[in-house]
């Protein structure tokens, strides 16, 4: 009989971490409401950062702000944007300015996705897509540039792991986040020479979001899902990655993509069956959904 495989554990950053490291420092967050983001948000707060999350629904970012400031006894506040609208994130930032009068870290964060074939996706979706993962990225870096210049501060961009390989059903958010990678990239060029850094995420399979619940079969790991490190992803995973990125111990480390998906993207070929889930997509039909 085989022994069991191995199943990484889970940590939280304040168990390699200090405290009081982004004492005094602040985070910009665009898509910080919920998810990956609010976790990323949250673990930064937890060692010193004040932070402001960006986002379309108030209602959701104030309810948003009040648990991460009690939840870490920082100050968090909510400014509404929609990341499609530069000038909305340029009232974000002065608002960031006027409250915390500085911005050291910022995520780009926003994101939408869904699952779709070519064939059955509009050309309205596809511009969607990109209006929120692309533009959103570059809007929110252009609305925060001057004043993480001023911090010799730092920006972390959320991608994907998706266009590493083909993945049907996913075009869309594969040419997004394609475009995110290349464009942190050049950011890091160009702005290293001012003590800008700029890396990216790229978060596998990460269970309790929205986009894990959306395109994860979880109920069936026959689908070819596989991980080295025995487990789907957890929230503490980027978040531990983010506080590493941010920290003095990356002051080193720009122009990166880093994976965190405990080594599944070495495994995989495709997340559905192929070649069958193509030829018939009603057996997709379940996972699609037509809206952001």
């Not at 040419?175 to 950011?187: E, G, I, Q």
């Amino acid at each position: 009989m085989s022994p069991p495989a191995y199943v990484a554990p889970i940590h939280d950053s304040t168990s390699s971490f200090k405290s009081n490291i982004f004492e005094g420092k602040v985070l910009f967050c665009t898509g910080g409401a919920s998810g990956i983001c609010r976790g990323m948000t949250e673990a930064v707060m937890r060692h010193g950062a004040n932070a402001v999350i960006i986002g379309r629904r108030l209602d959701r970012l104030e309810q948003t702000s009040k648990e991460l400031s009690a939840a870490t006894g920082r100050s968090c506040i909510s400014a509404q944007a929609d990341v499609r609208q530069p000038k909305s994130l340029k009232e974000a930032a002065q608002k960031a300015i006027d409250v915390f009068g500085r911005i050291d870290f910022v995520i780009c964060g926003a994101a939408g996705n869904f699952m779709a074939p070519i064939s059955g996706l509009s050309e309205n979706a596809f511009k969607t897509v990109i209006e929120i993962d692309t533009l959103g990225t570059y809007n929110t870096i252009k609305a925060t540039i001057p004043h993480v210049r001023a911090t010799k501060g730092a920006y972390i961009s959320v991608s994907a792991t998706l266009h590493y390989n083909a993945t049907p059903y996913q075009v869309h958010v594969s040419a997004a986040k394609a475009a995110v990678d290349a464009l942190s990239n050049v950011l890091a060029v160009e702005e290293g020479p001012h003590g800008v850094r700029s890396n990216v995420i790229a978060p596998g399979f990460i269970a309790g979001t929205e986009g894990f619940d959306r395109l994860a079969n979880k109920n069936d790991q026959s689908n070819g899902f596989s991980a080295p490190l025995g487990r789907f992803g957890d929230v503490n995973d980027v978040a531990n990655a983010a506080v590493f990125l941010f920290s003095d111990a990356a002051s080193y480390v720009t122009g990166q993509v880093i994976p965190v998906d405990g080594g599944a993207e070495h495994l995989r070929t495709t997340f559905f069956p192929y070649p069958q889930s193509v030829l018939d997509p009603t057996t997709m039909q379940k996972l699609m959904k037509g809206k952001l």
